[in-house]
């Protein structure tokens, strides 16, 4: 009786730990999808934000368009350039308020294509921030299995 007493427990030590492994490998996955959920909803929530944010400002310089062209129309119907001269100032005006649209229309894409190409680098970075240390970890999981339970996967 002696003799079996101290082989059970040499067997259940090995299974135990090797059971203890196992749990400690599943959790880690679990955390890992868990927190790889939480990243998608994050990004999730980033890519509402820039819909929103891109369809109001198209539908805000929509609207300024249409306002600039009521705002001409409107003047040119109230004067009725009566001479060439009132029509030349007029034709500068409506050209450079076109061109302060412009100007101001990129200014808005440029700083709106900022805002996106910072949100896109900021995603990317925190994956690789949760990603390359759970890779390592998997690499360094894999290589002791394989140097030290080479039998497991033959």
């Known amino acids: ?11 259940k030590s090995p299974l135990k730990g ?14 890992f999808q868990q927190s790889l959920e939480e990243q998608l909803k994050k990004n999730q929530e980033n890519w509402e934000k820039s819909k929103e944010h891109a ?3 198209f ?5 300024d ?3 600039k062209i009521n705002e001409w ?7 009725q350039l009566k ?8 034709r500068r005006r409506i050209q450079w308020d076109i061109e302060k649209w412009e100007n101001k229309t990129r200014k808005d894409i440029k700083d709106g294509l900022k805002w996106w190409n910072w949100q896109t680098i900021k995603g990317a970075y925190l994956f690789l921030i949760v990603m390359i240390p759970i890779i390592i970890v998997l690499f360094l999981v894999f290589y002791i299995l394989t140097k030290f339970f080479p039998f497991l996967f033959y």
């Open 83 to 90: 001479n060439r001269e009132q029509w030349e100032e007029t």
């Open 59 to 63: 539908k805000k310089i929509q609207e």
């Open 1 to 11: 009786m002696n003799e079996s007493g101290p082989s059970k427990k040499e067997e």
């Open 65 to 67: 368009w249409q306002k």
């Open 55 to 57: 369809g109001k400002f």
């Open 18 to 31: 090797w059971n203890d492994f196992l749990t400690n490998i599943n959790e880690g996955f679990q955390k």
């Open 73 to 79: 129309d409107k003047k040119v119907k109230e004067s």
